[in-house]
């Protein structure tokens, strides 16, 4: 039996651990109730632990235990994408933080760690449900630490963790109402036991090994199609020992004035940044006001995405030991030595940050007012860092952020402790409610009074949607076949068809029923004019009394996207 771990074997644990679930993601992916194309569990969870697998592979194997799981943790969390990303980070940015003086570990601190992790995603998580990964590992650490009364060795301790995890995950099905009536387990959880399971097989010497072909977080992350609505120019990671006088709260804000996609961890020694930004020397110099700078390492990705576009292999960070080294032998360079901008304190009060897909979208919310969009969306969850980057790039005091998309409110949350600014998540889960809210933003009224009127108006907004089933599913009482055409209400399933204009007939009716006034119909990147043409009529037709708007929207996935007022 093994009794303890090193620095190296958490590393290694790690790594494999998001080989698996990456090898294992569509796996994980079709226990996915819903039908509709989103971005799934599966590769959410694959993509966010697929950053701290690119940042633990640069690692040395000298490493402590607790260096290894603050490069775990301080990755997932930046790399964090959906709901299940989120809350794989947060599981680990507890384990690392019981983790972080320890330069080995037995099963009693394994089993600690895994504790204090599930505590942490607890608190974090406003409306914890049963019958979900939350479950699995709770489950999974009280055992474990029950099982240290008899023992402390760490195979013992991670053999009786995965017992309880799988029995945990079976369970699931009985623990959620939705879960039970389609006769599957918890998506999430089975990406937790995959985890544990490749965990332990990496701590006997035989890790999972990535697939042919896998890829990271970072090579897997859909790119904008408009690569000239990058706002921010520079990735700029960085880390600095503590001083005396560290307030990361402020210096959190003030980074989120300059750039987006902010993420910062930290143990009780030292805290890393990561920001994109478009002065990168700025941040630098107000780091320093917080403490002593140890490493900064900035890419410019605009000339990354122009690389990669032109078939040339682009610059990445990975170059950066053989950069570091070139630059250091340049006597005259030191970081920070160089000229930097100078930030422009915030303009205005209020500044917006928008998630959603399309360039129709996306000009719409603009002359709306929205300062930065974050492209993303259904199939495409950007990263906490995504959003970040955007708040940080938002000449104002306050930035209001639409999610726009139920499966990336949690990690839009997560930008509020990790950003200078104040931040306020607005839980706008479509594209519609986020353009209502807009239009109630009033510049002069307070935070809370915004906040509680634009909450108070997406209320009144009633979505629809029109796409395509995905997967095969009976879901609801509805024999579902993939390529249906699906239409959902309020984000329920409304019906299905093989004809579209069906659809879109009774979706009119309800709007009918609804006493809708105006409804405005934004068609996507794989409708043509002449189809939305007809989609209006049809509206128009059966609503005759109601406003009907037709407009571009450009999305993905989504034929349409019908708002309802």
Known sequence: MKEFISGAELKSMFISAAASVDLNKQQINDLNVFPVPDGDTGTNMALTLGNAAKELQKASDDITVGRCSEIAASALLRGARGNSGVITSLLFRGFSKYM???????????????????????????????????????????????????????????????????????????????????????????GFVLILEAMKAAMLGNPVVAGEGTETAAEEAPMPADFSNFTFTYDTVFIVRKGENCDLEAYGRYLDSIGDSLVIGEDDEVFKVHVHTDIPGAALTEAAKHGVLELAKIENMRTQVEDVAAGRKAMTTDDLEQIEEELEQQEEWTPGSHDVRKIAAPEKKYGVVAVCAGEGIAAMFRDLGVDQIVFGGQTMNPSTEDILKKIDATPSEVVIVLPNNKNILMAAEQCKRLSEKQVVVLPTATVPQGITAMLNLDPSASVEENEATMTDAIQGVTTMQVTYAARNSDFDGYAISAGDYLALCGGALFGTDRSIDILLGGLAKKASELGSEFITIFYGEDTTEEEAKKAGEIFAAVCPDAEVTVLSGGQPVYYYLISVE
């Open 100 to 190: 972080k003086e320890k330069t080995t570990a037995n099963g009693q601190d394994f089993a600690a760690a895994l504790s204090n992790g599930v505590e942490a995603a607890y608190k974090a998580v406003m409306k914890p449900a049963e019958g979900t990964i939350l479950t699995v590992s709770r489950v999974s650490a009280e055992t474990a630490t029950e099982a240290c009364a008899e023992t402390n060795d760490i195979e013992n301790i991670l053999d009786v963790a995965i017992v309880s995890a799988r029995a945990a995950l079976e369970e699931t099905v009985n623990q959620n109402p939705v879960l039970k009536k389609a006769g599957v387990i918890d998506a999430g959880g089975k």
